[in-house]
Nanobody, 122 residues
Framework: QVHLVESGGGLVQAGESLRLSCVAS????????MGWYRRPPGKQQREFVA????????DYDDSVKGRFTISTDNAKNTVYLQMGHLKPEDTGIYFC???????????????WGQGTQVTVSS
């Protein structure tokens, strides 16, 4: 079983940047898709932020397009989320997930990290 551990969250002001990291205990090359998801305050479900496929194709939620960049370092088994021009509405717990599927109104995976808190003040 591969375990995922996120880091890099924190408290920043609007307009600032953060880089999140997700380190896997095994090879991320074994997964088809790696992604970042977040749970805003007061919400139960995670929402999609960004994904990157094993071939390098990326996808972003419209709310972060142009501000966030997802990337991987396969040699380090690490997935990154570079977040720029942060807004208060980006606040939430950010989770790294592998091969996540969307079903019945929620995102599901056997591989989730514990999450890292990002708080953006106005």
């Amino acid at each position: 079983q591969v375990h995922l551990v996120e880091s890099g969250g924190g408290l920043v002001q609007a307009g600032e940047s953060l880089r999140l990291s997700c380190v896997a205990s095994g090879s991320i090359s074994s997964f088809n898709v790696m992604g970042w998801y977040r749970r805003p305050p007061g919400k139960q479900q995670r929402e999609f932020v960004a994904t990157i496929r094993s071939g390098g194709d990326t996808d972003y939620d419209d709310s972060v397009k142009g501000r966030f960049t997802i990337s991987t370092d396969n040699a380090k088994n690490t997935v990154y989320l570079q977040m720029g021009h942060l807004k208060p509405e980006d606040t939430g717990i950010y989770f790294c997930g592998a091969d996540v599927v969307y079903y019945n109104g929620a995102y599901w995976s056997d591989y989730w990290g514990q999450g890292t808190q990002v708080t953006v003040s106005s």
